[in-house]
Every structure is written in structure tokens, then in C-alpha cells.
């Protein structure tokens, strides 16, 4: 007959993989920008059909350009869907073109200079992905036919984003003069724009995966302390309690030591990083990271944003319970999800993370095959290590 305790540890164990199997995990379709600068370069048309539509597509005889780029914008975007831009042009009226009901007898350079106030629509429609509509109204100056004039601005346009940096702006502003002696105009616009300072948020449909992930790894720890617990009687028990109260007593206390340590004697920023550095463990027989480990990568990740000329190198260890081969892949398995992570939540270069997979060879303790040890000597071998290889 089949022990008792055997037979619990199998079910636990197929409880454990079968709620690992069906846990998610973030990507960047879970983000979104909210928050950017942005540069941005293409051409532009000045359009003299006098803001109404009946010459809108009258290009050859209305529109006014040249055949390179001519148009320059710089701009900041916040959370709150606003927007402000400044915006340079430059174009040539033709010989013949009627400007402010004149006939040019010579070419004439257009140049305009313009503020932008805009907001995103997505703010009202929700977030579309890669499509970004706007409205927005500002003031300009036009020096245009040797006559200079302010002018109210009003636009209407979108972006249309080929990746988190890239995209495209296409736009038409009406622009009426201040002055109503002078007339008024449409410029159309289209170009390549550039963001950067980005900051992302989850999306709504990302905080609720973060929900799941987190309800789920939450049953996965309690399913395997579970099974860590099969084994143990009442005083291993007490006693693994004792020595956990003790050990964080003086890892707080440690902290506190340390924070006064830094406060008094000025350490530099790099060494505040490294101070908060620690392992990484995993759960018997589980290459998922937890909601600790989790937090652990993401204050390292802004270490190594805060400090781009780090390079830093992550070593993956198991116990030594179950044959060496697959203890070997199932720390290159948590070196995998460690690293990735990093490159993709927390978004760090792949040049700045190196890793190496040990297995069981790299053992803390005692605790070697045939060796009975607690499952707390255990779980000290099941981690992975950072390394600062340059500071």
C-alpha cells in the first residue's frame, strides 16, 4: 500500500502545477503612455481656400509647399490628456498664387511660428492602441505675402504610433487672422514624430491581470508551503518560527543600522543601490517569481535605469532534491523568467543583464542529495543571486 503521506505529496504537487499552468503574465499591451516629450519633423501645406471646403482638395491651385521637409514641432504631453507645442513652418508661394486677394508677381516665402494647447481624445473614447486622436486651439504668427499677422489657431488631428518611440502625425489647423482685413488659411500637416522621457500605467485590462497574477501566486505560495509542511512535525515547526522571528528582528534592525549608516555618512548613490539588493527565491519545484521577488526586480530595475553604466549578473540555483539534469534546467528556467522580467516589464537593455544557470552545484549549506534537512535550509539553496559587475 501506498503511504499516506506519499500519496498528499502528489496531489499537492498536481494541485500546485496545474494553478501554475494558468497563470498570466504582463506585456506591453498592458501599458500605456501617459505621459511623454515629443519631437517631431515632415512636411506641410498652406491651403488658401479660406477655411471652407470648397477647395479643400484643390491642391494644385490652393495648396501651397515645398518638396522637403519643412515643418519642426517640439512638444511635452502630461497625464491629464493635455498637451503644449511649439510649432515652425516654412513654405514658398508660386508666382501667380492669389494671397489676400493679390496676384503674387514674384515668390514669396511663407514662414509661421505657432502655440498649441491640445488634448488627447482617448481620454473620453479610451485607449485605442496605436491610434491617438487630438483636438487642440492655440496663437500664431504668419509673416506671409511680406505682411505680418497673429492668428487663432484650431486643430484637429492623430497620431498613429509604429512603436512605443515612433509614429506618425497627420493634422489640418485652421488658422484665422486676428486682424480682419487679412485672410484667413488652412495648413495641413504630415510628419514623423519621435517621444521620449515616456512614463507608462497599467491599462484597466492590465490592473485587473495584475489582480489575477497576484490572487493566483498568493494560492500558489499557500499550495506550496503546503507541501513544504508535509514532512515537518510540530517542533521543526516552532522552531522554523523561532528562527524566522529572530532572523527578521535582525534584518530590521540591520535596515535601521544601515539607513542611519547612510544618512551620517553621506554614502554615495551607487551604494544606496546595492544596499537594498538581496536574493531572489523561488518555491519548491517553481520557476515563477513571486510577488516579493517581483518587488525586489522592480527597485532593481530602477537601480539600473538611475544608473545606466551598471551591468549586473544573475546567477540561478536550485536545492538538490530530484536528479542534477533537471534541477539544471529548472534554474535555467528561473534565470530565464528572472531576466525576462527585467528586459520586459522593467524594460532595461539586454546589454545590462548577464546569467548564468548552476543547478545544484552551488549549494549554502549542508543540505546535499540524501541529506535530510528542514525546508527552510532548503529554500536558502532555491535562489538567484545579483552581481554588480561594474560600479
Known sequence: MIPKKILLLVFACTIFSTANAQIPKLTKKDSTVVSNW??????????????SFSGLFDIEESWNTVAYPSRISVGKYFENGLGV???????????????DGQILTEDKDFISFDTRLSYDLNKIIGHTGWFDPYIGSGIGYTEENDVSRATFNGVLGFKAWLSDHWGLD???????????????????AAGVVYRFGVKKNLTKA???KLALINKLEEENIRINDSIANVNQVEKDRLLKEKLDRQRELESIAKLEKDKQEIKNG????????????????FGFDSSNLTIDSRALLSKLGSILRKHPE????????TDSRG?????????EKRL??????????????????????FGEEKLLNECRENVKCSEKKHRENRRSEIKILNK
Open 310 to 317: 551598471l551591468v549586473i549578473e544573475i546567477s540561478a540555483h
Open 85 to 99: 507645442e511649439l510649432i515652425g513652418a516654412y513654405s514658398k508661394y508660386n508666382k501667380g498664387k492669389i494671397v
Open 38 to 51: 515629443l519631437i517631431g519633423l515632415g512636411y506641410h501645406a498652406v491651403d488658401d481656400s479660406v477655411i
Open 206 to 208: 492590465g490592473e485587473e
Open 170 to 188: 497627420i493634422n489640418t489647423s485652421g488658422k484665422w487672422a486676428i486682424d480682419s482685413d487679412l485672410s484667413n488659411y488652412l495648413q495641413h
Open 323 to 331: 536528479p542534477a539534469a533537471y534541477n539544471k534546467a529548472l534554474s
Open 266 to 281: 553621506e554614502r554615495k548613490d551607487i551604494e544606496n543601490a546595492l544596499s537594498v539588493l538581496d536574493k531572489i527565491h
Open 336 to 357: 530565464k523568467n528572472t531576466i525576462n522580467y527585467l528586459l520586459e516589464i522593467e524594460e532595461i537593455a539586454s546589454n545590462k543583464v548577464k546569467g548564468l544557470a
